[in-house]
């Protein structure tokens, strides 16, 4: 018995390290559909962090009627985010970040609570997201998904 702990033991340990660490840390993410196209395209592998602060700009996967979306964080806790003739305005200042492309369609304002987040597609066009059913809280994003491991010709960090 001393013999076969001896042997398996760092093994056993390696295991729960690797579970521990796929659990609490960081797990793999696979990209489906067009709402974040130009930046990232179906069949992406992605790394998902789960520790850290979510910012402004940040892709996120949150949970919505029991699906993963992969969305662009476009309004934090406590922002005034509204969309009017196409334009898209954070805290009553029109938004030049230059991330997403196609139309933005209209939306009144939202007043985000404490706890909420207001995520759309880079792909305007072509996105469901917070403009269709509204904020998402806080504990339903898992984290931020910002480094793609596969296509190899695409590996490293997106912004």
């Given at each position: 018995?001393?013999k076969f702990i ?5 093994y056993?340990v ?10 609490y840390?960081?797990?793999p993410?696979t990209?489906d559909g ?18 850290g602060d979510i910012?402004?700009y940040d892709?996120?996967v949150?949970?919505?009627?029991n ?8 309004g ?5 985010i509204?969309c ?7 805290n009553n200042e029109?938004?030049t970040s230059g ?6 369609i209209?939306f ?8 909420e987040?207001?995520?759309?597609g880079d ?9 269709y059913?509204?904020?998402?809280k806080?504990?339903?994003?898992e984290?931020?998904?910002n480094?793609?491991i596969?296509p190899f010709?695409r590996f490293?960090f997106?912004?």
């Open positions: 018995m001393k001896k042997e398996y033991l760092p056993v390696i295991l729960v390290v690797i579970v521990l660490l796929r659990i840390v960081v797990t993410v990209v067009n709402s974040m196209n130009d930046t990232l395209y179906t069949n992406d592998l992605m790394l998902l962090f789960k520790i910012e402004r892709i996120v949150a949970n919505h009627d699906k993963k979306l992969i969305k662009r964080v476009i934090m806790p406590n922002d005034k509204k009017v003739s196409g334009i898209l305005y954070i029109e938004d991330y997403g492309y196609g139309e933005n209209d009144p304002e939202y007043i985000l609570k404490e706890d987040y207001f995520l759309i792909n305007r066009s072509d996105s469901l997201d917070s403009r059913f509204g904020p998402v806080k504990e339903d994003i984290g931020k998904a480094f793609i596969f010709n490293g997106v912004d």
